[in-house]
C-alpha cells in the first residue's frame, strides 16, 4: 500500500475572522513531511489540536503571497520551533520578496539566532510563463512544482506531485514460481528474467505501476483557464472561492479572487476528483453557498458531464487521499 497523504484543513477563512473560522492554511503530512500551504493567523493552534508537531517533522512552508491573512502565522510559529530546540533545517519557498521578508521577521522579533537553519527559496514571478510550472523542491518519492498565478501581487499556486508508485506484485510472482532470489529485484530493474524451465518473465508480467497522487493548492486568484493543463487530474485541487458569482462577479475581478461557480468550473474542466472550496468570504451564510454549489452541479449533470466531488471543508477536518 502507498503512504497515506493526509490533508488538514488548518485554517480555511479569509481576510477577516468574522465567521470564527482561522486564516488559510493547509496542512500535508506525507511520511515524515509536513508541507503546509500559508501560515495565516492562529494556525499554531490548528496543528496542535490536531497533534501535528512541526518540531518533529521536515517542515516545508510554502507562501502564495505576502497579504497579512496568509503570513501572519509564520512569526508565531517561527517562534514556537526556536524555543522547541527544533535543530534540522525548515524550507520555505515563496514569490519575489521572500527574502526580506524573512529579514525583516528575524530582526523585528529576534529570531536571528535559532537552532534550526531556514533554507528560503524566492520565486521570480516573472521568469514563469502562465500555464507552466516549475519544479522548487525535490525529494525521493515527491516533487513540489510552483506555478504562476492572478492575483494583486506577486503569487504562487503549488502542486504536490507524488512520484510514480512501483509495486511489485508477490502473490502473481508467487503463482508464476518465481524464486525468492535477487532475480526479482531484475525485474523491478526493468529487466526480463529466464526461469530454470525455459520461461521468460517480463517485468510487466508481475510489476504494476501506478500514478503518483497530486495535490494543487492556487492561493488567491483569478480563475486559471490557462493552466488548466497543468492542473489536469489532480486528487485534490484547493481552490480560492471568495465570492458568489451572482452577488460579487464585480468584486471578484476589481479584488482578483475567484467566485465559487469559476472555482468549480475549473475544476470542472481539469477533470479534478475533489474540490476543496476555501477562503469563502464571510459574508455568505451557509445555505447561500451549498444552494451555488448544488445549481453548478446540476447544470453539469445536466450537460451529461461528470463534476468533481466538491466539499466545504471546516476548520479542523481532515481528508485522507
Same mark, same amino acid.
Given at each position: 500500500?502507498?503512504?497515506?497523504?493526509?490533508?488538514?484543513?488548518?485554517?480555511?477563512?479569509?481576510?477577516?475572522?468574522?465567521?470564527?473560522?482561522?486564516?488559510?492554511?493547509?496542512?500535508?503530512?506525507?511520511?515524515?513531511?509536513?508541507?503546509?500551504?500559508?501560515?495565516?493567523?492562529?494556525?499554531?493552534?490548528?496543528?496542535?489540536?490536531?497533534?501535528?508537531?512541526?518540531?518533529?517533522?521536515?517542515?516545508?512552508?510554502?507562501?502564495?503571497?505576502?497579504?497579512?491573512?496568509?503570513?501572519? $502565522?509564520?512569526?508565531?510559529? /517561527?517562534?514556537?520551533?526556536? +524555543?522547541?530546540?527544533?535543530? #534540522? *533545517? %525548515?524550507? @520555505?519557498?515563496?514569490?519575489?520578496?521572500?527574502?526580506?521578508?524573512?529579514?525583516?521577521?528575524?530582526?523585528?522579533?529576534?529570531?536571528?539566532?535559532?537552532?534550526?537553519?531556514?533554507?528560503?527559496?524566492?520565486?521570480?514571478?516573472?521568469?514563469?510563463?502562465?500555464?507552466?510550472?516549475?519544479?522548487?523542491?525535490?525529494?525521493?518519492?515527491?516533487?513540489?512544482?510552483?506555478?504562476?498565478?492572478?492575483?494583486?501581487?506577486?503569487?504562487?499556486?503549488?502542486?504536490?506531485?507524488?512520484?510514480?508508485?512501483?509495486?511489485?506484485?508477490?502473490?502473481?510472482?508467487?503463482?508464476?514460481?518465481?524464486?525468492?532470489?535477487?532475480?526479482?529485484?531484475?525485474?523491478?530493474? $526493468?529487466?526480463?528474467?529466464? /526461469?530454470?524451465?525455459?520461461? +521468460?518473465?517480463?517485468?510487466? #508480467? *508481475? %510489476?504494476? @505501476?501506478?500514478?503518483?497522487?497530486?495535490?494543487?493548492?492556487?492561493?488567491?486568484?483569478?480563475?486559471?483557464?490557462?493552466?488548466?493543463?497543468?492542473?489536469?487530474?489532480?486528487?485534490?485541487?484547493?481552490?480560492?472561492?471568495?465570492?458568489?458569482?451572482?452577488?460579487?462577479?464585480?468584486?471578484?475581478?476589481?479584488?482578483?479572487?475567484?467566485?465559487?461557480?469559476?472555482?468549480?468550473?475549473?475544476?470542472?474542466?481539469?477533470?479534478?476528483?475533489?474540490?476543496?472550496?476555501?477562503?469563502?468570504?464571510?459574508?455568505?451564510?451557509?445555505?447561500?453557498?451549498?444552494?451555488?454549489?448544488?445549481?453548478?452541479?446540476?447544470?453539469?449533470?445536466?450537460?451529461?458531464?461528470?463534476?468533481?466531488?466538491?466539499? /466545504?471543508?471546516?476548520?479542523?477536518?481532515?481528508?485522507?487521499?
Amino acid at each position: 500500500m502507498p503512504k497515506p497523504i493526509i490533508v488538514h484543513f488548518i485554517g480555511t477563512g479569509a481576510a477577516a475572522p468574522f465567521n470564527d473560522k482561522l486564516f488559510p492554511c493547509i496542512a500535508l503530512r506525507y511520511d515524515n513531511y509536513l508541507i503546509l500551504f500559508d501560515v495565516g493567523e492562529g494556525c499554531q493552534f490548528g496543528l496542535f489540536r490536531k497533534k501535528i508537531h512541526p518540531v518533529k517533522s521536515h517542515l516545508i512552508v510554502l507562501i502564495s503571497h505576502f497579504h497579512a491573512d496568509h503570513t501572519v $502565522g509564520l512569526v508565531g510559529l /517561527l517562534h514556537t520551533l526556536k +524555543i522547541s530546540g527544533k535543530g #534540522d *533545517v %525548515i524550507t @520555505i519557498i515563496g514569490p519575489n520578496g521572500l527574502r526580506e521578508f524573512i529579514q525583516n521577521i528575524k530582526e523585528v522579533f529576534l529570531l536571528s539566532k535559532t537552532p534550526y537553519k531556514l533554507a528560503l527559496i524566492e520565486i521570480d514571478t516573472s521568469n514563469i510563463r502562465m500555464g507552466e510550472t516549475i519544479i522548487i523542491y525535490e525529494e525521493m518519492n515527491f516533487v513540489v512544482k510552483a506555478f504562476k498565478t492572478i492575483h494583486d501581487v506577486p503569487s504562487i499556486g503549488y502542486i504536490f506531485e507524488e512520484r510514480r508508485i512501483v509495486k511489485f506484485n508477490a502473490k502473481k510472482a508467487e503463482m508464476l514460481g518465481i524464486p525468492r532470489t535477487s532475480i526479482r529485484r531484475k525485474l523491478l530493474e $526493468g529487466k526480463e528474467i529466464k /526461469l530454470s524451465d525455459g520461461r +521468460i518473465i517480463r517485468p510487466e #508480467d *508481475v %510489476i504494476e @505501476i501506478m500514478p503518483g497522487r497530486k495535490i494543487v493548492y492556487t492561493g488567491d486568484t483569478r480563475p486559471l483557464y490557462e493552466c488548466i493543463p497543468i492542473l489536469k487530474n489532480a486528487d485534490l485541487l484547493i481552490h480560492d472561492a471568495t465570492f458568489l458569482r451572482k452577488h460579487d462577479i464585480e468584486r471578484a475581478e476589481k479584488r482578483y479572487h475567484s467566485t465559487i461557480e469559476e472555482a468549480i468550473e475549473i475544476a470542472k474542466k481539469a477533470n479534478a476528483r475533489i474540490l476543496a472550496l476555501v477562503h469563502i468570504s464571510p459574508r455568505y451564510r451557509r445555505e447561500e453557498i451549498r444552494e451555488a454549489v448544488q445549481k453548478m452541479l446540476d447544470k453539469i449533470i445536466e450537460k451529461g458531464e461528470v463534476p468533481p466531488k466538491i466539499i /466545504l471543508p471546516e476548520d479542523g477536518e481532515s481528508l485522507v487521499i
